[in-house]
């Protein structure tokens, strides 16, 4: 059973930047698969990140590729989602994801294949 609690949303405008976290109740997360989704009214929810902490690759969506960076504090078992040069396009509500980390291959970018979600923090983008 993990928990997952994100936080950091907030209103900005056009070419700000963001720091969203989300917190795991694991020690480590060496044990977690993790990503990051969004999902905007009326659209399905999208892949926007994930990280395989035990070998160290990150990926991204293509519509957030050179402006967002996923990491980590492992002492603080914390995800970051670092988001710059923001765009209204980006305005969703972003969910922190989590799945076993079994070191096998699985679709990062499907959502049906992470176990564990947080509650949502809402981003939104003005122009």
């Known amino acids: 059973q993990v928990q997952l609690v994100e936080s950091g949303g907030g209103l900005v405008q056009a070419g700000d930047s963001l720091r969203l976290s989300c917190v795991a109740s694991?020690?480590?997360?060496?044990?977690?698969?993790m990503g990051w989704f969004r999902q905007a009214p009326g659209k399905e929810r999208e892949f926007v990140a994930a990280?395989?902490?035990?070998?160290?690759?990150?990926y991204y969506g293509d519509s957030v590729k050179g402006r967002f960076t996923i990491s980590a504090d492992n002492a603080e078992n914390t995800m970051f989602l670092q988001m710059n040069t923001l765009k209204p396009e980006d305005t969703a509500e972003y969910f922190c994801?989590?799945?076993?980390?079994?070191?096998?291959?699985?679709?990062?970018?499907?959502?049906?294949?992470?176990?564990?979600w947080g509650q949502g923090t809402q981003v939104t983008v003005s122009s």
């Open positions: 990280a395989r902490w035990t070998s160290r690759r990150t």
């Open positions: 994801a989590a799945r076993p980390e079994y070191g096998g291959i699985f679709d990062y970018t499907a959502k049906t294949n992470y176990d564990y």
């Open positions: 694991v020690r480590t997360f060496t044990s977690l698969a």
